[in-house]
């Protein structure tokens, strides 16, 4: 099974190819050029682990991995670095699951994903005879960095450097990048917010003479933004298991359609779920939920995407997205994969600032519901949900929350949790009609009004030492990251 550009310009490559480019010469993402046949039985998957689904699915998409080299990166992937025991958890609400991604190292969702992917990539890169070592830079909103460095941290032939904004951060995932301990992780905050590191992260990754100084180095470029294939499947794997485990405890009949809300940024974690559902997960509605920046709820209401608005920083700051790169791959699927009108309405995109989809390629997303939250409808949910069942939720499930609410969307539903509250203390304790404490007082505090222990993972970080807090303007990112890794 090959994979292609979403763009059609550039050659097929096989998974590991893929997932050392990142992304496709052409500008395109690389896309799965048929979807790979994987046996749903949920009559036995409802008896299997978490490894043993992701096993199954990585299997299916990385199909020139041997099995050996699939194993191997699902047991370092999915360890003991997880406090729960089945990777993710559940909680119930009436007709509402929420499923919880947020109990690895970094306590949010993308830990499942930047848990394999280093493993993934340097597997992939020996398999390609390639002994460059793989400079991963990343742009992040917060979350992205810390779980990259988290799962990157003191890998082999990698070096991981992160960007974030000097605004939009919680102040436990600035202290997660000052104080990350890994030999070869590079962090420095810039003055802007994440528009700015992100652009300024594109032009390093295209700038030419950068990368011949690079290949000079025997270093190059990737990237673990959720972009590279080699986070999107690792996501597909938390619906099938929630799918098996609702069959498990009778609450759905296996072959029944659910639905799935998932807050929405970039929308890796939302396409994971259409992915999940071209294999054979049985999907009513998807339902995206955004933030104040809600480029993608009028996508999906009207057919235009139009990124030419003001960016706001907001309480889910992991959402805070004008340019929602995923977006792409649904578009090659919902155009019937027509990549001659993918490529139009990015070059749109790009020159224009919006486009306009064709009706006919409208009429395939007929299957995605979306509405957004403002930042006073996500402190509400908080106090909402809190009320009704003593479960605190961090704001940007709580954006999922609103809008699953708000939509009135019936019959059972998936909800992904995607951070935990602790990550965000002072929004939730605001939420919750307290005034935050600080530091670590503030976490005790939340601690005590939700009566759920202080996760482990936090509680170490207070005691690692600040290393990294240089902060810089964007047009000095060029010369800090060549001090950084060569
Ligand atoms: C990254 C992130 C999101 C958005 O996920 P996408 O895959 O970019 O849509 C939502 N919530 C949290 C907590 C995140 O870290």
């Not at 949920?42 to 990385?62: E, M, N, S, V």
């Not at 009207?302 to 578009?331: C, W």
């Amino acid at each position: 099974m090959n994979y292609i550009s979403t763009r059609g310009q550039a050659p097929a490559v096989t998974a590991s190819q893929a997932i050392i480019n990142g992304i496709a010469p052409d500008g395109g993402l690389y896309v799965p050029e048929s979807w790979p046949n994987i046996e749903l039985d949920w009559t036995q998957l409802q008896k299997q682990t978490y490894a043993d689904i992701a096993t199954l699915i990585f299997d299916g998409f990385f199909d020139d991995f041997s099995v050996n080299e699939i194993d191997c990166v699902i047991d370092k992937a999915y360890g003991k670095q997880w406090t729960t025991e089945d990777i993710v958890s559940y909680h119930q609400a009436d007709d509402l699951f929420y499923i919880e991604l947020f109990h690895g190292p970094t306590l949010a969702f993308k830990d499942v994903a930047l848990q394999a992917l280093p493993h993934l990539m340097t597997t992939a890169a020996k398999k390609q005879g390639l002994d460059d070592g793989i400079v991963i830079l990343t742009a992040t909103s917060g979350d992205t960095g810390t779980a990259a460095m988290s799962g990157f941290g003191d890998v082999q032939h990698t070096d991981i450097v992160v960007f974030y904004p000097e605004v939009g951060v919680s102040d436990i995932q600035r202290r997660q990048m000052q104080t990350e301990p890994a030999h070869n992780a590079h962090v420095t905050a810039i003055s802007g917010n994440f528009d700015d590191a992100q652009k300024a992260v594109k032009s390093l990754l295209s700038d030419q003479s950068l990368a011949a100084d690079l290949a000079d180095k025997h270093l190059r470029f990737s990237s673990a933004n959720s972009i590279n294939i080699g986070r999107l499947v690792p996501q597909i794997v938390y619906y099938i298991h929630a799918y098996a485990q609702l069959v498990k405890q009778h609450q759905i009949a296996s072959g029944e359609a659910i639905n799935i809300v998932v807050p929405t940024g970039n929308f890796g974690n939302m396409l994971a779920a259409y992915y999940a559902s071209q294999i054979g997960l049985p999907v009513a509605q998807f339902v995206v939920a955004s933030n104040e920046n809600n480029v993608l709820t009028d996508f999906f209401n009207t057919g235009t995407y139009d990124r030419q608005r003001t960016f706001k920083v907001t309480n889910a700051p992991a959402m805070d997205i004008l340019v929602s790169s995923n977006l792409e791959r649904l578009l090659y699927f919902a155009s019937g994969r027509n990549t001659e009108e993918v490529r139009e309405y990015m070059n749109a995109l790009d020159e224009q600032g919006h486009y306009t989809l064709k009706p006919s390629t409208q009429a395939n997303l007929s299957q995605f519901k979306a509405a957004s939250a403002s930042q006073t409808e996500v402190l509400k949910t908080i106090k909402r949900v809190f009320e009704e069942g003593n479960y605190v939720i961090d704001p940007h499930t709580a954006v999922g929350q609103y809008v699953y609410n708000q939509l009135d969307i019936s019959g059972t539903t998936i909800l992904a949790a995607t951070a935990s509250p602790f990550k965000f203390a002072d929004t939730v304790l605001n939420a919750l009609g307290e005034t935050p404490l600080n530091e670590y007082d503030g976490l005790k505090q939340l601690a005590d009004k939700s009566n759920v222990v202080i996760p482990e993972q936090i509680q170490l970080l207070f005691q690692r030492p600040v290393i990294h807090t240089q902060t810089i303007a964007p047009n000095q990112m060029t010369t800090v990251l060549r001090h950084q890794i060569f």
